[in-house]
């Protein structure tokens, strides 16, 4: 009822009182009880020393163990049990376990496993872009994948690859994060880095419903698509629909073009900034049976 409300003092430094407060834990707090089933809760990954990819979590339901198959045809290889810089290896771990574990290539951080549901992580919004200043000795599709591998590990940097000029892009918070960032890739990759003066990161969206027709028709190759373009609210992202009969075009054709308006970051007309807030709708399409292949629609 919040009645009463045990104290504990003491020092961690000088070892004081440390006794006494897990004993008070141990006798008040009740212990949780885990569902049968597996489940584990995902909240960050790393890499060691030698370059292996460290999924941590948490499980919360079942057991995990060695050669477990716990994300498509992922397998655990190795469960390690940190306790600072130093793990020990363990082949099963229960419910209520805190490890982290190799062999998982494609996890995320906030990502739910088994039973599980993935948690959305809110993040704060970069407001600065910084061009990445590479050495002479070193081109940007050589450390871009590099690049790649801090994102996984720091969920709150943002990258982007400018395919016309061959630069790298890095949304950030400000210049701390620079520091910090280029102190890692140092460390990590033995490049030495810098960033420009870096810019306010704009965003673009519509006022209004707008219709667009993209039409391809070169040798042996045919295609149409006619999207219905709608703002949406504050915050919303994009958000990708159908609204086309499949006596006009085929409900496979539908879910390609869907698949492909979500694989790029769409830009705005004014400022050439990211696209948001924005509703695509496919509304018509073409294709032809004998001349359209899937990648004429992209």
Known sequence: DRQIFPCYFGSALKNQGVDTLLHGLEKWMRAKEYNPEFGAKIYKITRDDNGNRLTHLKVTGGTLSVKDCIFKDEKVHQIRVYHGEKYETCQTVDAG??????GLINTYAGQGL???????????APIMTYRLLLPKDVSARQIYPNMKQLVEEMPELSLEWNENTEMIHVSLMGQVQTE???????????YVLDFDMGSITYMETIKAPVIGVGHFEPLRHYAEVHLLLEPQDAG???VVDSNCSVDVLDKNWQRLIMTHLLEKSHVGVLTG????DVR????NGRAHQKHTEGGDFR
């Open 97 to 102: 376990a805190i490890c982290a574990v190799t």
């Open 273 to 276: 900034s990211k696209l948001t």
């Open 180 to 190: 910090i960032l280029t102190e890692l890739i140092k460390r990590r990759f033995g």
């Open 280 to 283: 695509i709708t496919v509304i």
């Open 236 to 238: 919303s992202g994009i």
């Open 114 to 124: 088994g039973i599980e549901q993935d948690t959305g992580m809110k993040l704060y």
